[in-house]
């Protein structure tokens, strides 16, 4: 069965400052892989997705991840963050297989991102 | 705005009444996915239909609760006898079919918040 664990499920980054959300997948076969944000109030934004072209994701706003096979890992980045960045992050297995019918997408914890001024 | 609505965006009800949902998914999107989001948690998935076929859905879903897309457009999901611990978000997506290369993304709506009290 797919999962995905979110490392820390609360970050807090100084304004400008490097952002770095951990996420650790299983999968018995290639996944899909997103990251949603979700900001309160407002429903989840799609920030980037993991297709198995290109290891490297870059998303909106600036952030980007990296699909590492060998680590199982999916951790999203920005270089630098933003007061607008504050939110809640989710990373994201889709449940399906290589031609599969399903496709409900499988949520980790979330990671609520802090910025200080 | 041609995203993903839902309605109403918060009920309250009172322990043992009906309540019913509805999401409009964006129009060209032929699967639509229904999820439930508890305080500090992931989304979790329900149930999904391709056009008005419900092709899935989880245990989560107790018999208490059901749902519908019967012209393959817009869908309501109904809570009989709610309970305390139905107290939730119901968050709706909607996606293209899953493509030939199995690679799609959903697009979530702003939610139905439900509190029973």
């Known amino acids: 069965a797919q999962s995905v664990t979110q490392l820390d499920s609360h970050v807090s980054v100084s304004e400008g400052t490097p952002v770095l959300l951990r996420c650790n997948y299983s999968s018995s076969y290639s996944p899909s892989l997103f990251w949603y944000v979700q900001h309160p109030n407002k429903g989840l934004q799609l920030l980037l997705k993991y297709t198995s072209a290109a290891t490297l994701v870059k998303g909106i706003n600036g952030f980007e991840a990296e699909f590492k096979k060998s680590e199982t890992s999916f951790h999203l980045t920005k270089p630098s963050a933003h007061m607008s960045d504050a939110a809640e992050y989710f990373c994201?297995?889709?449940?399906?297989?290589?031609?599969?019918?399903?496709?409900?997408?499988?949520f980790g914890k979330g990671t609520k991102l802090s910025v200080k001024p | 705005d041609t995203g993903v609505s839902q309605d109403p965006r918060h009920k309250i009800t009172k322990r043992g009444q009906n309540v019913t949902f509805r999401c409009d998914p964006i129009s060209e999107h032929n699967r639509l996915y229904w999820y439930r989001q508890t305080l500090g948690q992931g989304p979790e998935f329900l149930t999904y239909?391709?056009?008005?076929?419900?092709?899935?859905k989880s245990r989560l879903l107790s018999d208490r609760f059901s749902a519908e897309r019967p012209k393959g457009s817009f869908s309501t999901l109904e809570i009989q006898r709610t309970e305390q611990g139905d107290s939730a978000m119901y968050l709706c997506?909607?996606?293209?079919?899953?493509?030939?290369?199995?690679?799609?993304?959903?697009?979530f709506g702003p939610g139905t918040r439900l509190t029973v009290t």
């Open positions: 997506a909607s996606s293209f079919p899953i493509s030939s290369q199995g690679r799609y993304e959903q697009y």
């Open positions: 239909f391709q056009n008005e076929a419900q092709l899935e």
């Open positions: 994201v297995v889709s449940d399906q297989d290589y031609g599969g019918s399903q496709g409900n997408l499988i």
